[in-house]
């Protein structure tokens, strides 16, 4: 093999050899900034990246590369590539828009020919990103309203989608959701027997202070057994940790 051959442009040696963007983001700094951070690792490569939620926009970026000066140098220069686009615009960035990148004359390859291969990871490492960022951005809406009321949002990292969507909810959508399922489940159960049920408040996002009418006021199962019927389906139907406070 040649000396030509493994030879790297000018622009490839500048970023393996002085990388701006190695390292790394954590949850509690986007917490922070208010920011989203979605992460990506395909094979020698893990990027960082902290969004914009509400442009969708990458804020900056970080990586790690444990491949050498070839995954060094790509991840390098995808990071500086990437800042400022909004996601979708950064994932339909590919290997051979970075290696045209590098380039220090259009036609003559930034990257020899033996060691190009590595610039496939940067198609997959963008499938993971676009997959993994509506997670990411959930989780930034439900820390960022955690943040508001007071309580640490290190007590919500391990939510599912479900879950995070739900407390990312104002109070009066989560009482919308709350009345749609009281409707379907709870309700034609309670006017049989001629009671009703009112929402009144829900208490960050967990606490649902509701009010019986008619001939549920006066039930002795008010507090029993019609309690825990609704809420039990409010749990299985909204959120787990929902508890039903009457307001008698």
Known sequence: MSVTEEKFSQKFDDAAGQPKHRGAFYKEEATEKGLALVEAKFKDMKLYWMVDAEEDRVYSAKFFAYGGKVSLGICETLSAMVKGLTVDEACTLTGDDVERHLR????????????????????????????????????????????????????????????????????????????????????????????????????DGEKVMVQYQGACGSCGSSLGATLSFIESALRQNVYPELQVVPNL
């Open 104 to 203: 220090d004359e259009a036609d003559i390859p930034s990257i020899p020919e033996s060691k190009s291969k590595s610039l496939a990871s940067i198609t997959e490492l963008m499938k993971i990103i676009k997959e993994n960022y509506p997670n990411a951005k959930a989780l930034a809406a439900v820390s960022a309203n955690v943040k508001e009321k007071g309580k640490p949002a290190s007590t919500f990292k391990e939510l599912t989608l479900a879950e995070q969507a739900w407390l990312g909810l104002t109070e009066e959508e989560q009482i919308q959701q709350v009345d749609m399922v009281l409707t379907e489940k709870v309700r034609p159960a309670l006017m049989a027997d001629g009671g009703n049920i009112q929402v009144l408040e829900i208490v």
